[in-house]
């Protein structure tokens, strides 16, 4: 089983997976195998996202970004904060695939649990878990 999703929206799958309340140990395994997978990717989101910043701002001897004294990052040679801007928006953008692996049971478990979920979410969590589940239950009927 796998399922897209944009890394702008990982973080916030993470908290709506912190905030659902379930009892049945079957199910909370399988959202915490789903949690790992999603924070795994959120941390190669935040891997890439310093990857562009060091790319294109000066560090110092222990790599720490540079800012000048009103707060600004000092930008290498040739660049411009609309270009980084640029950059870091088409990762935002980026679709990325999370695998179940061999847990496809325990992610079978977890989003069988919240197709049916009585939790009360925001019409944005909405969007983004409707999305998820709509992959999901393409999949499921494979």
Known sequence: MKFELKNKDLNSFLQIIDKLTVS???VNRGKAKVYS???DK???YGRDEGEILEKNI???EY???MK???GDFILKENVTITEINQQLSELQEEVITI???DYTNRFTDFFDWLSDCEENITTQEAILIDSLLEQF???KGE
Do not use: D, H, K
């Open 58 to 60: 000066v560090t110092n």
């Open 24 to 26: 049945s140990m079957r």
């Open 68 to 70: 000048e004294e009103n």
């Open 37 to 39: 997978a999603i924070s």
């Open 42 to 44: 959120l941390e190669e």
């Open 137 to 139: 239950e393409a999949q």
């Open 63 to 65: 790599g720490q970004l």
């Open 99 to 101: 695998s179940s692996g």
